[in-house]
C-alpha cells in the first residue's frame, strides 16, 4: 500500500468499503486548531479537520501525527506542544477519549482498526484541559511529585542503605571458633542420633568383635555402667 496522505478534499469516502480485505489499513479525521469545552457536555469549537487517508496500524506511530500537524502549518518550532487523543468508536467527547501519545496508546487504538476503518483524532494546542494523558495506560505519563517534607525514618533508613556501598561481610576462620574455650557448643541432632548408634553398637559387639546379640541375657549392664569411659 501507498504511504498515507492527508485528503486533498472535504469529500467524504465509505472507507469501510475501500479497505475490504486490508484490516491493517485506515483512515483518521483530523480535528485541530481548536479546543476542547468543560465537562459536561463536551465539544471541540473552533477547529478544522482534515482527512488521512491510507494509514497502516502496523506501521503507524506518533511520529505520524507530528509528520501531519507540520504539513497543516501548526509545527514551526522544536518547542511546539501539541496534545494528541483519539475518540473510540461510538463513544462521546465526555467519556470516550482516550491519550494517543505513546506506543502502548497506538497498540490500543488498534484494537479498532479491523472493525471501524476511520477514528477521530482531536489535537490540543499549548496545553491540555483533559485527564487522558494521567490515565493513558502507559505508565511512563504518571508524573513523579517530589515531597518537600522530610522523610519518617524507615523510608530515611531504607534511603540511606540503598546509597551506601556494599560491605561484604567477613567471615570467621572455622578453626578458631573451634579452639575458643569461651563457646559453648549444644549437641546437635545429628549428635545426639550418632551418640544412640554408638550405645547401639556397643550394645551388639563386645571387645573381641563377637557379636553378642540385643537380645543377649549375658550382657552385663553394671560392668558396663561402671566403665567412666564407656558413654564418653
Known amino acids: 500500500m501507498a504511504p498515507w496522505r492527508i485528503r486533498a478534499t472535504m469529500d467524504e469516502i465509505d472507507v469501510a468499503c475501500r479497505y475490504a480485505g486490508h484490516p491493517m489499513i485506515f483512515s483518521v479525521r483530523l480535528h485541530h486548531g481548536g479546543q476542547f469545552t468543560k465537562f459536561p457536555g463536551r465539544k471541540y469549537i473552533k477547529g478544522k479537520q482534515n482527512y488521512v487517508d491510507l494509514l497502516d496500524i502496523d506501521t503507524f506511530s506518533i511520529h505520524d501525527i507530528d509528520e501531519m500537524m ?11 506542544l501539541l496534545y494528541y487523543h483519539f475518540l473510540r468508536p461510538f463513544g462521546d467527547l465526555d ?28 489535537i490540543e494546542h499549548g496545553k491540555t484541559n483533559l485527564h487522558t494523558y494521567s490515565m493513558s495506560l502507559n505508565p511512563s505519563k504518571v508524573k513523579i511529585v517530589e515531597i518537600k517534607e522530610p522523610p519518617d525514618c524507615s523510608k530515611q533508613l531504607f534511603l540511606e542503605w540503598n546509597d551506601s556501598p556494599i560491605e ?58 561402671e566403665d567412666s569411659d564407656f558413654f564418653y
Open 70 to 80: 507540520e504539513e497543516l502549518g501548526h509545527i514551526d518550532s522544536d518547542e511546539t
Open 168 to 225: 561484604h561481610e567477613s567471615v570467621p576462620d572455622l578453626t578458631e571458633v573451634e579452639n575458643d574455650s569461651h563457646l559453648d557448643k549444644e549437641p546437635s541432632l545429628v549428635d545426639h542420633i550418632e551418640f544412640e548408634m554408638n550405645v547401639e553398637n556397643e550394645d551388639d559387639y563386645d571387645g573381641s568383635g563377637h557379636n553378642n546379640g540385643s537380645g543377649n541375657d549375658e550382657f552385663n549392664d553394671d560392668s558396663e555402667s
Open 95 to 122: 467519556f470516550g477519549l482516550f491519550a494517543l501519545g505513546s506506543d502502548q496508546d497506538v497498540h490500543y487504538l488498534g484494537t479498532y482498526v479491523a472493525n471501524h476503518k476511520l477514528i477521530d483524532v482531536y
